[in-house]
């Protein structure tokens, strides 16, 4: 059985992923994409992360995402997005750029052969081998790189918060020095953000996330957590790095919000195609 070729593998159902995997399809190159989740965007939907600023995209498909976004109201002025609407709007992407999207699949080795990357990977059908030109990482841990992983310096563990008063009156002074407040899209959005230990696991998170909760004080005590974020939101101080002159680090996570990550994304992958991009991939 032959080995299955591709010209770009991304690593990653990222925003960036996903925007570069639009970019590299309409230039008519042969493109999959490797996820190890069920689900699209982790890094900013599962993680519980609205982003920090507005920012105005630099491309045309930018523009279009964004308006799409705004058809369904589902980006505010401040340039928020609410995230638990966006998971279906990024399903639509894929369906309507015809995306190759392998779902609940691991990397498990690159290995270069020549001009060509050889790749194990592993689903529940088994291991299997592809052969890729180019590979774009877009994850933040860099999992294109088995036993290389990245360590992020900051992580949170997030929190969706309600109260009788969520959207009327703001929300109390957060009462431990590693925990913050934000909102998302709408006013009824609170986020409790809670920085762990870079090295901390995500049991150890739930459980200090839960003590500090229990033990909150009166002004908290109408306050509920609705749901507690799946992933954690990192802090990953760079946009891209080139791995080698046929594989690059593009973490999504990098970016302010979900909007810039599928722009810079969509962007990066329109000048890939070789060697000739290694120049100026790197920081």
């Known amino acids: 059985m032959s080995i299955p070729e591709y010209d770009l593998l991304v690593c990653g159902a990222t925003l960036s992923g996903l925007g570069a995997a639009a970019?590299?399809?309409?230039?008519?190159?042969?493109?999959?994409?490797?996820?190890?989740?069920?689900?699209?965007?982790?890094?900013f939907i599962e993680a519980f992360n609205p982003g920090s600023e507005r920012t105005?995209?630099?491309?045309?498909?930018?523009?279009?995402?964004r308006d799409e976004l705004a058809k369904r109201g589902l980006i505010g002025d401040n340039g928020l997005i609410h995230l638990p609407a966006l998971h279906p709007v990024l399903c639509l992407l894929i369906d309507s750029q015809s995306l190759k999207v392998r779902f609940l699949t691991e990397i498990v080795d690159v290995a270069k052969q020549g001009d060509t990357h050889e790749v194990l990977l592993h689903d529940s059908s088994g291991f299997q081998r592809i052969n890729a030109k180019e590979i774009l990482d877009t994850t933040s841990l860099r999992l294109s790189t088995p036993g290389r992983l990245f360590q992020p310096k900051r992580k949170w563990i997030n929190s969706y918060l309600h109260?009788?008063?969520?959207?009327?009156?703001?929300?109390?002074?957060?009462?431990?020095?590693?925990?913050?407040?934000c909102g998302g899209r709408f006013p009824s959005e609170?986020?409790?953000k809670l920085e762990i230990p870079p090295g901390g696991s995500w049991q150890e998170?739930?459980?200090?996330?839960?003590?500090?909760?229990?033990n909150r004080p009166e002004e908290w005590k109408s306050w509920t957590i609705a749901a507690t974020a799946s992933a954690f939101e990192n802090e990953i101080p760079f946009a891209s790095e080139a791995i080698s002159d046929t594989w690059f680090w593009l973490?999504?996570?990098?970016?302010?919000?979900?909007?810039?990550a599928i722009d810079e994304g969509y962007a990066f992958a329109q000048n890939m195609g070789g060697a000739e991009r290694a120049a100026s991939a790197s920081h």
């Open 190 to 192: 609170v986020i409790l």
């Open 205 to 214: 998170a739930r459980r200090r996330l839960y003590q500090l909760w229990k």
């Open 251 to 260: 973490p999504s996570e990098s970016y302010p919000n979900p909007l810039a």
């Open 23 to 43: 970019a590299a399809r309409e230039a008519g190159r042969k493109v999959i994409v490797v996820e190890r989740m069920a689900l699209t965007g982790n890094e």
């Open 163 to 181: 109260s009788p008063s969520v959207g009327v009156e703001p929300a109390p002074a957060p009462f431990d020095e590693s925990m913050s407040v």
């Open 56 to 65: 105005e995209p630099k491309t045309e498909f930018g523009i279009r995402f």
